[in-house]
């Protein structure tokens, strides 16, 4: 069985759903904070304590020459522990990830 969040929250299960919806795909922080209304003061803590406890894989990115950003996407136990999340409350926003070379 895997573990919410042990400090989970509003924001966090928000978060998390709007990661599932697409698992596969990278987003950085700013586009989450627009999409969910989150402030950045408590949007980046929560990846950092999501990629600390091993349900976000974050890496660096340059786009267009811009300084380097964080992008952020659920990591395979992510996607288990919002798959248990879920069951729990008898709803599925998640969708398949594809095969390994589907990955980007």
Not at 13 to 41: H, K, M, N, T
Not at 86 to 100: K, S, Y
Request: aromatic residues 6%.
């Amino acid at each position: 069985m895997v573990a919410r969040p042990r400090h989970s929250s509003k924001q966090i299960d928000a978060l998390l759903e709007e990661l599932a919806r697409e698992p596969e795909r990278w987003r950085f922080g700013y586009e989450l904070s627009r999409e969910l209304a989150i402030g950045s003061g408590t949007l980046y803590p929560a990846l950092i304590r999501l990629a600390d406890a091993g349900l976000l894989e974050q890496r660096w990115e340059q786009p267009n020459g811009q300084r380097p950003r964080h992008m952020y996407r659920l990591s395979c136990d992510g996607v288990l522990a919002e798959r248990e999340r879920n069951a729990h409350a008898g709803v599925n926003t998640i969708r398949p990830r594809p095969a390994a070379g589907g990955l980007a």
